[in-house]
Protein backbone atom coordinates (compact mmCIF):
# COMPACT_ATOMS: atom_id res chain seq x y z
CA UNK A 1 0.00 0.00 0.00
CA UNK A 2 2.61 2.63 -1.24
CA UNK A 3 1.74 6.19 -2.75
CA UNK A 4 0.04 8.55 -0.73
CA UNK A 5 -1.45 5.90 1.70
CA UNK A 6 0.81 7.80 4.62
CA UNK A 7 -1.76 11.00 3.89
CA UNK A 8 -5.16 8.43 4.91
CA UNK A 9 -6.25 8.21 7.98
CA UNK A 10 -8.13 5.18 7.46
CA UNK A 11 -5.34 3.19 10.17
CA UNK A 12 -6.53 5.36 12.56
CA UNK A 13 -10.27 4.50 12.86
CA UNK A 14 -9.49 0.95 13.11
CA UNK A 15 -7.27 1.27 15.84
CA UNK A 16 -9.67 3.28 17.85
CA UNK A 17 -12.77 1.25 17.11
CA UNK A 18 -10.41 -2.07 17.63
CA UNK A 19 -9.19 -0.60 21.19
CA UNK A 20 -12.41 0.11 21.71
CA UNK A 21 -14.08 -3.21 21.44
CA UNK A 22 -11.30 -4.80 23.04
CA UNK A 23 -11.89 -2.35 25.90
CA UNK A 24 -15.43 -3.66 26.15
CA UNK A 25 -14.63 -7.33 26.42
CA UNK A 26 -11.81 -7.09 28.80
CA UNK A 27 -13.78 -5.16 31.04
CA UNK A 28 -17.20 -5.04 30.60
CA UNK A 29 -17.59 -9.11 29.79
CA UNK A 30 -16.09 -11.18 32.72
CA UNK A 31 -17.47 -14.59 31.49
CA UNK A 32 -15.00 -16.33 28.94
CA UNK A 33 -17.91 -17.26 26.80
CA UNK A 34 -18.67 -16.77 22.96
CA UNK A 35 -19.27 -12.93 23.01
CA UNK A 36 -16.48 -12.40 25.08
CA UNK A 37 -14.09 -14.53 22.51
CA UNK A 38 -15.67 -12.77 19.47
CA UNK A 39 -15.20 -9.40 20.67
CA UNK A 40 -11.86 -10.21 21.78
CA UNK A 41 -11.09 -11.63 18.00
CA UNK A 42 -12.86 -8.84 16.21
CA UNK A 43 -11.36 -5.80 18.33
CA UNK A 44 -7.25 -7.75 17.95
CA UNK A 45 -7.68 -8.06 14.29
CA UNK A 46 -8.69 -4.51 13.93
CA UNK A 47 -5.91 -3.58 16.13
CA UNK A 48 -3.27 -5.90 14.10
CA UNK A 49 -4.86 -4.52 11.08
CA UNK A 50 -4.33 -1.20 12.12
CA UNK A 51 -0.88 -2.03 13.62
CA UNK A 52 -0.01 -3.49 10.32
CA UNK A 53 -0.89 -0.13 8.28
CA UNK A 54 1.46 1.61 10.57
CA UNK A 55 4.44 -0.29 9.72
CA UNK A 56 3.71 -0.57 6.10
CA UNK A 57 3.18 3.27 5.90
CA UNK A 58 7.04 3.28 7.68
CA UNK A 59 8.39 0.75 5.26
CA UNK A 60 6.76 2.75 2.15
CA UNK A 61 8.30 5.65 3.86
CA UNK A 62 11.93 4.46 3.59
CA UNK A 63 11.29 2.76 0.26
CA UNK A 64 10.64 5.93 -1.12
CA UNK A 65 13.69 7.68 0.54
CA UNK A 66 15.70 4.86 -0.86
CA UNK A 67 14.18 5.28 -4.73
CA UNK A 68 12.67 1.50 -4.55
CA UNK A 69 10.23 1.44 -7.08
CA UNK A 70 6.57 0.15 -6.42
CA UNK A 71 7.27 -3.98 -7.16
CA UNK A 72 10.11 -3.53 -4.51
CA UNK A 73 8.22 -1.65 -2.14
CA UNK A 74 5.01 -3.67 -2.10
CA UNK A 75 7.31 -6.82 -1.25
CA UNK A 76 8.91 -4.88 1.48
CA UNK A 77 5.24 -3.39 2.91
CA UNK A 78 4.62 -7.00 2.80
CA UNK A 79 7.35 -8.31 5.04
CA UNK A 80 6.67 -5.41 7.09
CA UNK A 81 3.26 -6.62 8.15
CA UNK A 82 4.13 -9.56 9.51
CA UNK A 83 5.45 -8.06 12.07
CA UNK A 84 2.26 -7.26 14.04
CA UNK A 85 1.21 -11.19 12.59
CA UNK A 86 4.11 -12.54 14.26
CA UNK A 87 3.36 -10.53 17.91
CA UNK A 88 -0.05 -12.41 17.28
CA UNK A 89 0.92 -15.67 16.20
CA UNK A 90 3.16 -15.62 19.55
CA UNK A 91 0.14 -15.29 22.22
CA UNK A 92 -1.72 -18.18 20.05
CA UNK A 93 1.10 -20.56 20.24
CA UNK A 94 1.33 -19.57 23.96
CA UNK A 95 -2.12 -20.04 24.24
CA UNK A 96 -2.71 -23.40 22.42
CA UNK A 97 1.45 -24.56 20.71
CA UNK A 98 0.01 -27.68 18.66
CA UNK A 99 -2.77 -25.76 16.88
CA UNK A 100 -0.67 -22.51 16.89
CA UNK A 101 1.59 -24.93 14.67
CA UNK A 102 -0.88 -25.92 12.63
CA UNK A 103 -2.30 -22.55 12.28
CA UNK A 104 0.27 -20.95 10.95
CA UNK A 105 0.91 -23.91 8.15
CA UNK A 106 -2.82 -23.42 7.08
CA UNK A 107 -2.15 -20.16 6.18
CA UNK A 108 -0.08 -20.89 3.30
CA UNK A 109 -3.18 -23.06 1.85
CA UNK A 110 -5.08 -20.19 2.34
CA UNK A 111 -2.68 -17.67 0.53
CA UNK A 112 -2.83 -20.37 -2.22
CA UNK A 113 -6.46 -19.92 -2.25
CA UNK A 114 -6.03 -16.01 -2.13
CA UNK A 115 -3.64 -16.06 -4.82
CA UNK A 116 -5.79 -18.52 -7.21
CA UNK A 117 -9.01 -16.32 -6.75
CA UNK A 118 -7.29 -12.89 -7.43
CA UNK A 119 -5.51 -14.51 -10.52
CA UNK A 120 -9.16 -14.98 -11.44
CA UNK A 121 -9.80 -11.24 -11.23
CA UNK A 122 -6.96 -10.48 -13.93
CA UNK A 123 -7.50 -9.79 -17.15
CA UNK A 124 -7.62 -12.40 -19.70
CA UNK A 125 -6.38 -13.23 -23.50
CA UNK A 126 -8.36 -14.72 -25.82
CA UNK A 127 -7.32 -18.50 -24.30
CA UNK A 128 -7.94 -17.51 -21.18
CA UNK A 129 -4.38 -16.92 -19.71
CA UNK A 130 -3.82 -14.44 -17.07
CA UNK A 131 -0.11 -12.59 -17.56
CA UNK A 132 1.60 -12.62 -14.66
CA UNK A 133 4.31 -9.61 -13.65
CA UNK A 134 7.85 -10.60 -14.96
CA UNK A 135 9.34 -9.48 -11.51
CA UNK A 136 7.10 -12.28 -9.78
CA UNK A 137 7.86 -14.89 -12.35
CA UNK A 138 11.57 -14.47 -12.19
CA UNK A 139 12.02 -14.24 -8.39
CA UNK A 140 8.86 -15.60 -6.64
CA UNK A 141 9.04 -19.56 -8.65
CA UNK A 142 12.84 -20.10 -7.08
CA UNK A 143 10.81 -19.81 -3.60
CA UNK A 144 7.97 -21.96 -4.53
CA UNK A 145 10.36 -24.83 -5.70
CA UNK A 146 12.13 -24.40 -2.44
CA UNK A 147 8.90 -24.17 -0.24
CA UNK A 148 7.92 -27.58 -1.60
CA UNK A 149 11.73 -29.22 -1.26
CA UNK A 150 11.09 -28.12 2.19
CA UNK A 151 7.81 -29.15 3.12
CA UNK A 152 8.20 -32.82 1.20
CA UNK A 153 11.58 -32.99 3.08
CA UNK A 154 9.94 -32.19 6.91
CA UNK A 155 7.09 -34.20 6.20
CA UNK A 156 9.20 -37.83 5.12
CA UNK A 157 11.58 -36.78 8.12
CA UNK A 158 8.59 -36.80 10.16
CA UNK A 159 6.80 -39.97 8.64
CA UNK A 160 10.11 -41.88 9.56
CA UNK A 161 10.63 -40.67 12.95
CA UNK A 162 6.90 -41.61 14.06
CA UNK A 163 7.71 -44.62 11.98
CA UNK A 164 10.72 -46.13 13.67
CA UNK A 165 9.14 -44.71 17.40
CA UNK A 166 6.43 -47.41 17.13
CA UNK A 167 9.71 -49.19 17.07
CA UNK A 168 10.32 -48.32 20.49
CA UNK A 169 12.13 -45.15 19.56
CA UNK A 170 11.37 -42.15 21.06
CA UNK A 171 11.42 -39.96 18.34
CA UNK A 172 7.78 -38.71 18.35
CA UNK A 173 8.29 -34.73 18.89
CA UNK A 174 10.40 -32.27 17.04
CA UNK A 175 12.17 -31.17 20.21
CA UNK A 176 13.68 -27.36 20.50
CA UNK A 177 17.02 -28.28 18.86
CA UNK A 178 15.19 -29.47 15.90
CA UNK A 179 13.32 -26.13 16.01
CA UNK A 180 16.11 -23.48 16.24
CA UNK A 181 18.10 -25.18 13.31
CA UNK A 182 14.71 -26.16 10.84
CA UNK A 183 13.61 -22.10 11.72
CA UNK A 184 17.45 -20.44 11.26
CA UNK A 185 17.51 -22.88 7.67
CA UNK A 186 14.13 -21.41 6.70
CA UNK A 187 15.27 -17.78 7.54
CA UNK A 188 18.37 -17.76 6.03
CA UNK A 189 16.17 -18.63 2.64
CA UNK A 190 14.24 -15.53 3.13
CA UNK A 191 17.14 -13.34 4.19
CA UNK A 192 18.89 -14.09 0.70
CA UNK A 193 16.01 -14.00 -0.98
CA UNK A 194 15.12 -10.48 0.29
CA UNK A 195 18.70 -9.02 -0.43
CA UNK A 196 18.36 -10.38 -4.21
CA UNK A 197 15.27 -8.47 -4.26
CA UNK A 198 16.52 -4.98 -3.22
CA UNK A 199 19.79 -5.59 -4.89
CA UNK A 200 18.41 -6.39 -8.08
CA UNK A 201 15.26 -4.06 -8.54
CA UNK A 202 16.57 -0.81 -6.35
CA UNK A 203 18.17 2.33 -6.18
CA UNK A 204 21.02 2.30 -8.56
CA UNK A 205 20.18 -0.72 -10.58
CA UNK A 206 19.88 -0.39 -14.59
CA UNK A 207 17.33 -2.94 -16.18
CA UNK A 208 19.35 -6.03 -17.69
CA UNK A 209 16.49 -6.83 -20.12
CA UNK A 210 12.71 -5.22 -21.06
CA UNK A 211 11.11 -7.71 -18.55
CA UNK A 212 12.82 -5.87 -15.52
CA UNK A 213 11.05 -3.27 -13.71
CA UNK A 214 13.00 -0.07 -13.67
CA UNK A 215 13.35 2.12 -10.92
CA UNK A 216 10.61 4.67 -10.43
CA UNK A 217 11.39 8.19 -10.23
CA UNK A 218 8.90 10.77 -9.04
CA UNK A 219 9.34 14.51 -9.49
CA UNK A 220 8.89 17.07 -6.17
CA UNK A 221 7.50 14.16 -4.20
CA UNK A 222 7.41 15.12 -0.32
CA UNK A 223 9.46 12.00 1.30
CA UNK A 224 8.07 10.94 5.09
CA UNK A 225 10.63 12.39 7.65
CA UNK A 226 13.04 9.63 9.64
CA UNK A 227 11.40 10.82 12.76
CA UNK A 228 7.36 9.91 11.48
CA UNK A 229 8.99 6.54 10.01
CA UNK A 230 10.71 5.40 13.27
CA UNK A 231 7.16 7.10 14.92
CA UNK A 232 5.24 4.62 13.22
CA UNK A 233 7.11 1.65 13.32
CA UNK A 234 7.40 1.40 16.97
CA UNK A 235 3.44 2.65 17.43
CA UNK A 236 2.47 -0.06 15.22
CA UNK A 237 4.96 -2.69 17.14
CA UNK A 238 2.85 -1.69 20.44
CA UNK A 239 -0.25 -1.84 19.21
CA UNK A 240 0.42 -5.28 17.45
CA UNK A 241 1.23 -6.68 21.23
CA UNK A 242 -2.34 -5.87 22.46
CA UNK A 243 -4.16 -6.83 19.21
CA UNK A 244 -2.32 -10.05 19.50
CA UNK A 245 -3.06 -10.49 23.04
CA UNK A 246 -6.04 -10.49 22.34
CA UNK A 247 -6.52 -12.67 19.55
CA UNK A 248 -4.39 -15.02 21.37
CA UNK A 249 -7.44 -15.16 24.22
CA UNK A 250 -9.67 -15.46 21.40
CA UNK A 251 -7.98 -18.46 20.50
CA UNK A 252 -7.77 -20.12 23.53
CA UNK A 253 -11.62 -19.39 23.72
CA UNK A 254 -12.72 -20.93 20.58
CA UNK A 255 -10.54 -24.19 20.81
CA UNK A 256 -11.77 -24.41 23.90
CA UNK A 257 -15.56 -23.77 23.27
CA UNK A 258 -15.56 -26.10 19.72
CA UNK A 259 -13.79 -28.85 21.59
CA UNK A 260 -16.44 -28.67 24.48
CA UNK A 261 -19.18 -28.67 21.65
CA UNK A 262 -17.59 -31.70 19.84
CA UNK A 263 -15.69 -29.83 17.14
CA UNK A 264 -12.15 -31.12 16.06
CA UNK A 265 -9.82 -28.51 17.04
CA UNK A 266 -8.69 -28.35 13.47
CA UNK A 267 -12.11 -26.83 12.91
CA UNK A 268 -10.59 -24.20 15.17
CA UNK A 269 -7.24 -24.29 13.64
CA UNK A 270 -9.17 -23.38 9.87
CA UNK A 271 -10.89 -20.57 11.47
CA UNK A 272 -8.04 -19.12 13.00
CA UNK A 273 -5.88 -19.49 9.66
CA UNK A 274 -8.39 -17.63 8.04
CA UNK A 275 -8.44 -14.81 10.44
CA UNK A 276 -4.51 -14.85 10.28
CA UNK A 277 -4.48 -14.21 6.80
CA UNK A 278 -7.21 -11.56 6.51
CA UNK A 279 -4.30 -9.21 6.91
CA UNK A 280 -3.00 -10.07 3.74
CA UNK A 281 -6.26 -9.71 1.83
CA UNK A 282 -7.00 -6.41 2.97
CA UNK A 283 -3.67 -5.43 1.63
CA UNK A 284 -4.43 -7.21 -1.69
CA UNK A 285 -7.91 -6.20 -1.43
CA UNK A 286 -6.88 -2.48 -0.99
CA UNK A 287 -3.85 -1.85 -3.47
CA UNK A 288 -6.09 -3.75 -6.30
CA UNK A 289 -8.93 -1.13 -5.81
CA UNK A 290 -6.33 1.29 -5.74
CA UNK A 291 -5.13 0.43 -9.50
CA UNK A 292 -1.69 -0.96 -7.51
CA UNK A 293 -2.15 -3.97 -9.15
CA UNK A 294 1.87 -5.08 -9.14
CA UNK A 295 1.76 -3.75 -5.17
CA UNK A 296 -1.17 -6.23 -5.03
CA UNK A 297 0.40 -9.35 -6.92
CA UNK A 298 3.30 -8.72 -4.80
CA UNK A 299 1.30 -9.35 -1.61
CA UNK A 300 -0.56 -12.09 -3.24
CA UNK A 301 2.76 -13.92 -3.67
CA UNK A 302 4.35 -12.72 -0.78
CA UNK A 303 1.23 -14.25 1.46
CA UNK A 304 2.25 -17.72 -0.23
CA UNK A 305 6.50 -17.34 -0.01
CA UNK A 306 6.90 -15.53 3.71
CA UNK A 307 4.98 -18.24 5.21
CA UNK A 308 7.29 -21.28 4.60
CA UNK A 309 10.38 -19.07 5.02
CA UNK A 310 9.34 -15.91 7.52
CA UNK A 311 6.34 -17.05 9.51
CA UNK A 312 7.28 -20.58 9.90
CA UNK A 313 10.46 -20.40 11.07
CA UNK A 314 9.26 -17.36 13.58
CA UNK A 315 6.59 -19.37 14.81
CA UNK A 316 9.62 -22.38 15.38
CA UNK A 317 11.91 -20.29 17.00
CA UNK A 318 9.59 -19.11 19.18
CA UNK A 319 8.00 -22.19 20.11
CA UNK A 320 11.52 -23.29 21.31
CA UNK A 321 11.79 -20.60 23.41
CA UNK A 322 8.89 -20.77 25.33
CA UNK A 323 9.32 -24.56 25.70
CA UNK A 324 13.35 -23.21 27.13
CA UNK A 325 11.58 -20.91 29.37
CA UNK A 326 8.46 -22.52 30.88
CA UNK A 327 5.84 -20.49 29.11
CA UNK A 328 4.54 -23.52 27.92
CA UNK A 329 5.36 -27.66 29.15
CA UNK A 330 7.49 -30.12 27.87
CA UNK A 331 6.24 -32.54 26.09
CA UNK A 332 7.65 -36.40 25.82
CA UNK A 333 10.72 -35.43 28.70
CA UNK A 334 12.85 -34.67 25.88
CA UNK A 335 12.66 -30.98 25.14
CA UNK A 336 9.82 -32.64 22.80
CA UNK A 337 7.71 -29.30 21.28
CA UNK A 338 5.63 -30.16 18.40
CA UNK A 339 3.84 -34.01 19.03
CA UNK A 340 4.40 -36.00 15.44
CA UNK A 341 0.89 -37.14 14.42
CA UNK A 342 -1.45 -37.01 11.98
CA UNK A 343 -2.53 -33.61 11.71
CA UNK A 344 0.73 -32.01 12.31
CA UNK A 345 2.84 -34.28 9.75
CA UNK A 346 -0.55 -33.72 7.41
CA UNK A 347 -0.37 -30.09 7.35
CA UNK A 348 3.53 -30.00 6.81
CA UNK A 349 3.26 -32.49 3.74
CA UNK A 350 0.11 -30.88 2.27
CA UNK A 351 2.03 -27.79 1.61
CA UNK A 352 4.03 -29.97 -1.29
CA UNK A 353 1.24 -30.60 -3.80
CA UNK A 354 0.66 -27.00 -3.36
CA UNK A 355 3.98 -25.50 -3.92
CA UNK A 356 4.42 -27.46 -6.67
CA UNK A 357 1.42 -26.47 -8.48
CA UNK A 358 2.36 -23.09 -7.94
CA UNK A 359 5.99 -23.05 -9.65
CA UNK A 360 4.06 -25.38 -12.44
CA UNK A 361 1.83 -22.69 -12.60
CA UNK A 362 3.56 -19.77 -12.86
CA UNK A 363 6.92 -20.98 -14.20
CA UNK A 364 5.58 -22.60 -17.48
CA UNK A 365 4.46 -19.67 -19.31
CA UNK A 366 4.23 -16.74 -16.62
CA UNK A 367 0.85 -17.54 -17.18
CA UNK A 368 -2.11 -18.71 -15.20
CA UNK A 369 -5.19 -20.11 -17.14
CA UNK A 370 -8.48 -21.29 -15.43
CA UNK A 371 -7.30 -25.03 -15.05
CA UNK A 372 -4.02 -23.86 -12.90
CA UNK A 373 -6.42 -21.45 -10.51
CA UNK A 374 -9.03 -24.11 -10.01
CA UNK A 375 -6.27 -26.79 -8.70
CA UNK A 376 -5.24 -24.16 -6.46
CA UNK A 377 -7.88 -23.75 -4.53
CA UNK A 378 -8.71 -27.62 -5.32
CA UNK A 379 -5.93 -28.46 -3.40
CA UNK A 380 -6.33 -26.29 -0.86
CA UNK A 381 -10.11 -27.87 -0.14
CA UNK A 382 -8.75 -31.25 -0.51
CA UNK A 383 -5.80 -29.87 3.13
CA UNK A 384 -8.61 -28.62 5.06
CA UNK A 385 -11.47 -31.81 4.59
CA UNK A 386 -8.08 -34.04 5.37
CA UNK A 387 -7.35 -31.82 8.54
CA UNK A 388 -11.11 -31.35 9.71
CA UNK A 389 -12.61 -34.50 8.50
CA UNK A 390 -9.81 -36.76 10.52
CA UNK A 391 -9.27 -34.30 13.45
Not at 25 to 42: C, D, M, P, Q, R
Not at 106 to 126: K, M, Q
Not at 194 to 212: A, C, G, I, N, Y
Request: hydrophobic share 55%; charged share 10%; with cysteine.
Amino acid sequence: MSGNSHESKQWLWLLISGLVVVAIATFAIHSHGWLKGILLGVGGLLVVFASSEMMIHAVDGYAKRKKMNSFVAGTMAGLSSNIPELVMLAFVLMATPRVGFIVTILTLHVGAAAFGLYCGTLPRDVEGNASLPKPLVNLSTDLYAAAAGVFFSLGVIMLLMKAFSARGGNGTYLNTTDLYVFGSILLAIQVVATMRLVKRFSRDHKPESQDDVPVEMTRNETLMPIKTIVSFGFAGLAMSVIGGHSVGEFAGILVHKLEAAGYSEMFGAVILSVFAAAGAFIMIGTAHFQGKYNIAMANASGAITQVPFLVLPAAMILLAIFTQTGMIPVLGGQNGVIPIDLHTTSAIFLGFPSMLILWKAVQDDGKVNWLETTSMIAIFVLAIYLLVAHG
